[in-house]
Structure formats: C-alpha cells, structure tokens
C-alpha cells in the first residue's frame, strides 16, 4: 500500500510539465537509464571527408567549419599565421570566400552506410542505448528535415535517423541523438568575418554577428527550436544528449525545450532523459555531463561521461584508445554512479573502422562475461580502493594518462545480497580487498560465496582484518578487468515496534 508522501508524489509525476524551475524539478531520471551503463553515439557527417588528404604529423582541429576561415589575417589567430585547417582548405577545395563550408556540404555523397551493420556491432559491443549525432555545429541536419534545407535527405539522399531507429529498436535498444547547434552561433561568425556570405545562406551560417558575440539572435533561437521540435516529433527518442553552449540561449528556450519533450514523452507512454553540460539545466530536472571527464568520487543523481577512443570525427591518422583503457574507465565510472556514451567516428562514406570494430567487438567481450556486475548496479558503500585516483574531477580529466593496476579495486552492488569487487589488472598473487576488511564498518554482514564471473573454479578465500583475501584464480575468464560477485547472508534487524513489554528492564 502506498504511504501518503507516495500518492502524492505520483500524482505529481502525472501532472503536466510547465516550463518552470518549480515543475521540471519533479523530474525523475528513468530506470532504464540508470540500469543501461553503456551506450554509442557516431559523429559522422559533410565534415568527415574533410580530413581525407591531410598531411602526416600535421595537427588539424576537430572544428573544421569554424577552424578553416582563420588565416591570420581577416580572421585573426593567436600566432598571426593561418591555422593548418585553412591551409588544408585552401589547398583542398580553394579559397573559402568562394567555397565555403556549404561547399563542403554539397559534396557529401556517402556510399557506405549500412544501418543494420551499424547497430548489429553497437548490440554486440554490449551498447543499451545509440543514436547518431543529429546535428553538429555545422547546423546539418542527419535527418530528412523539413525545418532546414540542409540536411542529409537533400544532400546524401538518405535518412540516417531514421534508418538506425528502425535497427537500433529492433535490438532492443534505446534509441538516442545528440545535438550541438546550440553553438552554431560562434562556430559560422568566422564566416561572416572573412567574406560576405550570401543572405540566401543566412540560414545555414546564421545572421551576421561579430566573433565577440555571445547572445544569439531571435531568429536563431526560432531556427534551433524549430530543427529540435520536429526531431522530437517525428523521431520520439528516448534520450536527447546536449553539447555546451546551450546555456547561452535564453532560460525560457531551455526551459520550453524541456518541458515539450518531457510531457510528449508522457504522450508516448516513454520514460526519457536529458543530458547537458556546464550550466544549461539543474541536475533535479536532467542529466549531466562529464565531457571526457568524471568525478572524483560518486555523485547522485546519476551522471553520464561522453568519450571518444580517438578524435571526435574521422581522420586519416586515427590512433584509438585499446580495450583496456575504455573498459577500466567505464567500470570507474559505473562504480561512481555514472554511464558512458562512447563515440564512434566513421569513415567519410559511412564505414566503421576495423579498429572501432575490433574495440567494440572486445567490449562486448568482457560485458558477455561481466555484464552483471555493470548493468543495473548501483553505487556500493565505498566506490573503490588502491593507489590510482584522479587527482580532480570534472571534464577533459582523460588527457591525464590513467593506468590502473591489480591492487586497484571497483565495487558495484546489484542488491543488499549480492555485490561485485572489480580487480582492474590481472592480479600479481593473492588479492586483498581492504575495504572489505573485519576491522572496517563497510560491510557489516557474513559473506557466504564468493564466485570469479566466468569461471566455475571454486576460490579460496578468507576475511580477516587486513580485509578479504582472495587466493588468485588458477585461470582467469577475461584478457581485462576481473569481477568478483561477493554473496552475502544479509543485513538484518529487530522489530520490535512498540511492544512495551521487550523494553522492559
């Protein structure tokens, strides 16, 4: 029977959302989110085939749109000189008075892209919920859109949204998109700087404004709302991942946002999410967002980390993180209470990559093995042990070089009984969980099993007061980090209510 505080939360929760602070508070993220763990999303659009014909050990930046109008000159730089992006621009397509990025646009003519191969390797990757890159700050739509000409259906000749919704919810995944035009604002001002753009184009570069503008027009806002409208309506994702610099739109355009799609979820009978950055929204009304980065240390409510294995987009040179390194993080990031959106980068015509195929392929790998430890956990009462930690939390915490060893321990819980101690390194001998020690008051019941996932061999183990120590496995299940379910008897209490006569003396 529900207590009193219950009904009236749930009736709350049935109420329509209104654009206020009050009433998107009320906002509860969906178990099925905080079950998930994993998920992919691809950037992968006109700009990839840019970075076909670079120069080997030349550093060219990911904004390629924004990068390519700095030549020093017209469009300053820190150093005077033209940035290599121009350069490569210039020497690639001419001189981008004349063509410009809607250049770029036009020449995009994937011939590659298989939805169905895509989303069959992000279900094998052990990936819960993926989606495309909806629209970059390039402001091009991955959709047929009717609220902007320039879209993939215009310029492709298909639909990439609506081709891996189809593939992606057949494998019972969740289906997500990303979009970063919020920032599309600064990304064209260097367009209007170097050269005068067509008026005509003015929806694809923005209306004029110096590189020093921060406050996007009313017709940008118009614009941003009206491309996220119809994505909403016609493609009813399950989750809507934000770049920064949405915080520089207006309050009342988030907050409209906001509660449009969460009362059309309501609509659709869906539970959805939302997840952002910086200050764009609080974290009573969404999810938010550690850009290659994390905590320190748990943090509630639950949060996601977006990464990349290499550069955001393609490029000729890619070097991509091994399995280790991304399995280590993910289990960092779940004993915290966070997920992870890992990002594939495609080749220009719509390709994965062999190495993004091979590090998807070995994460799924590991998950097939250890996935109960990850999916549908929950923070333990201490998120880990051993000698390596992040010195800060926060974002871009990963260009710090992290490698974890066997005496580094993640713990996870799936229930009051039962409870996982991930070994991040093979172990070097007996494994000694301090944690778990007789002495500590962290785990305050009797273990009954302990079992390696993976493995039938029965373990040796003793609890004593240096902590729990487990004898190492004559085998292990898994070339990466090694998960431990610990079973235990349980908790358990007197009731004794208000029977007068069990106080007596």
């Not at 050269?195 to 694809?204: A, H, M, P």
């Not at 009462?381 to 490698?403: D, M, N, Q, Y």
């Given at each position: 029977?529900?207590?009193?505080?219950?009904?009236?939360?749930?009736n709350?929760?049935?109420?329509?959302?209104?654009?206020?602070?009050?009433?998107?508070?009320?906002?509860?993220?969906?178990?099925?989110?905080?079950?998930?763990?994993?998920?992919?999303?691809?950037?992968?659009?006109?700009?990839?085939?840019v970075?076909?014909?670079?120069e080997?050990?030349?550093?060219?930046?990911?904004?390629?749109?924004?990068?390519?109008?700095?030549?020093?000159?017209?469009?300053?730089?820190?150093?005077?000189?033209?940035?290599?992006?121009?350069?490569?621009?210039?020497?690639?397509?001419?001189?981008p008075?004349?063509f410009?990025?809607?250049?770029?646009?036009?020449?995009?003519?994937?011939?590659?892209?298989?939805?169905?191969?895509?989303?069959?390797?992000?279900?094998?990757?052990?990936?819960?919920?993926a989606?495309?890159?909806?629209?970059?700050?390039?402001n091009?739509?991955?959709?047929?859109?009717?609220?902007?000409?320039?879209?993939?259906?215009?310029?492709?000749?298909?639909?990439?949204?609506?081709?891996?919704?189809?593939?992606?919810e057949?494998?019972?995944?969740?289906?997500?998109?990303?979009?970063?035009?919020?920032?599309?604002?600064?990304?064209f001002?260097?367009?209007?700087?170097?050269?005068?753009?067509?008026?005509?184009?003015?929806?694809?570069?923005?209306?004029?404004?110096?590189?020093?503008?921060?406050?996007?027009?009313?017709?940008?806002?118009?614009?941003?709302?009206?491309?996220?409208?119809?994505?909403?309506?016609v493609?009813?994702?399950?989750?809507?991942?934000?770049?920064?610099w949405?915080?520089?739109?207006?309050?009342?355009?988030?907050?409209?946002?906001?509660?449009?799609?969460?009362?059309?979820?309501?609509?659709?009978?869906k539970?959805?999410?939302?997840?952002?950055?910086?200050?764009?929204?609080?974290?009573?009304?969404?999810?938010?967002?550690?850009?290659?980065?994390?905590?320190?240390?748990?943090?509630?409510?639950?949060?996601?980390?977006?990464?990349?294995?290499?550069?955001?987009f393609?490029?000729?040179?890619?070097?991509?993180?091994?399995?280790?390194?991304?399995?280590?993080?993910?289990?960092?990031?779940?004993?915290?209470?966070?997920?992870?959106?890992?990002?594939?980068?495609?080749?220009?015509?719509?390709?994965?990559?062999?190495?993004?195929?091979?590090?998807?392929?070995?994460?799924?790998?590991?998950?097939?093995?250890?996935?109960d430890?990850?999916?549908?956990?929950?923070?333990?009462?201490?998120?880990?042990?051993?000698?390596?930690?992040?010195?800060?939390?926060?974002?871009?915490?990963?260009?710090?070089?992290?490698?974890?060893?066997?005496?580094?321990?993640?713990?996870?819980?799936?229930?009051?009984?039962?409870?996982?101690?991930?070994?991040?390194?093979?172990?070097?001998?007996?494994?000694?969980?301090?944690?778990?020690?007789?002495?500590?008051?962290?785990?305050?019941?009797?273990?009954?099993?302990?079992?390696?996932?993976?493995?039938?061999?029965?373990?040796?183990?003793?609890?004593?007061?240096?902590?729990?120590?487990?004898?190492?496995?004559?085998?292990?299940?898994?070339?990466?980090?090694?998960?431990?379910?610990?079973?235990?008897?349980?908790?358990?209490?007197?009731?004794?209510?208000?029977?007068?006569?069990?106080?007596?003396?």
């Amino acid at each position: 029977m529900l207590s009193s505080l219950a009904i009236q939360h749930a009736n709350a929760q049935q109420k329509k959302y209104e654009p206020t602070e009050e009433s998107l508070s009320k906002y509860q993220t969906p178990e099925w989110f905080l079950d998930a763990k994993f998920g992919i999303y691809t950037h992968w659009g006109p700009v990839s085939q840019v970075f076909e014909g670079t120069e080997p050990g030349k550093y060219y930046r990911g904004w390629h749109g924004m990068i390519m109008y700095q030549d020093g000159k017209k469009v300053p730089t820190k150093n005077g000189k033209p940035s290599n992006n121009h350069l490569h621009h210039v020497k690639k397509y001419g001189d981008p008075a004349e063509f410009g990025y809607k250049h770029i646009i036009e020449q995009f003519q994937p011939t590659a892209f298989d939805a169905e191969k895509w989303a069959e390797l992000f279900k094998k990757s052990g990936a819960k919920f993926a989606g495309p890159v909806a629209m970059h700050h390039d402001n091009f739509a991955m959709w047929d859109s009717k609220a902007t000409r320039w879209n993939s259906m215009n310029y492709g000749g298909f639909d990439p949204s609506a081709e891996l919704k189809k593939e992606i919810e057949k494998r019972d995944m969740k289906f997500m998109a990303s979009f970063h035009h919020a920032f599309t604002w600064k990304f064209f001002a260097p367009a209007h700087k170097y050269s005068k753009i067509n008026e005509n184009d003015y929806d694809l570069y923005t209306t004029p404004h110096s590189l020093e503008s921060d406050m996007p027009d009313e017709q940008f806002h118009k614009e941003w709302w009206a491309k996220l409208k119809e994505y909403i309506d016609v493609y009813q994702p399950d989750l809507l991942w934000f770049d920064w610099w949405l915080e520089n739109l207006s309050l009342e355009a988030r907050h409209k946002f906001l509660a449009y799609y969460y009362n059309s979820a309501k609509k659709w009978g869906k539970e959805v999410g939302v997840c952002y950055k910086e200050s764009t929204f609080t974290d009573d009304m969404a999810i938010k967002d550690y850009e290659r980065g994390r905590p320190n240390q748990p943090k509630s409510p639950a949060w996601l980390t977006d990464t990349s294995p290499g550069a955001w987009f393609y490029r000729s040179d890619a070097k991509f993180k091994k399995p280790n390194e991304i399995i280590d993080i993910l289990v960092d990031i779940v004993a915290k209470n966070g997920l992870m959106l890992l990002n594939v980068p495609p080749d220009p015509d719509g390709t994965i990559p062999a190495e993004m195929e091979y590090l998807l392929t070995e994460i799924g790998a590991w998950l097939e093995i250890n996935g109960d430890a990850i999916y549908a956990t929950r923070p333990w009462t201490v998120f880990g042990e051993g000698p390596t930690r992040l010195p800060e939390g926060g974002h871009k915490i990963e260009k710090l070089k992290i490698s974890y060893t066997d005496k580094d321990i993640r713990y996870t819980k799936k229930s009051d009984k039962e409870f996982y101690a991930i070994v991040m390194d093979k172990p070097k001998g007996a494994i000694v969980m301090k944690s778990l020690s007789t002495d500590i008051g962290a785990l305050n019941s009797e273990i009954i099993d302990i079992q390696l996932l993976g493995s039938n061999e029965k373990l040796e183990w003793e609890r004593r007061a240096e902590g729990l120590i487990i004898k190492a496995p004559s085998q292990l299940s898994t070339d990466y980090a090694h998960a431990f379910k610990i079973v235990l008897e349980g908790y358990t209490e007197n009731d004794i209510g208000g029977n007068v006569e069990a106080h007596k003396d």
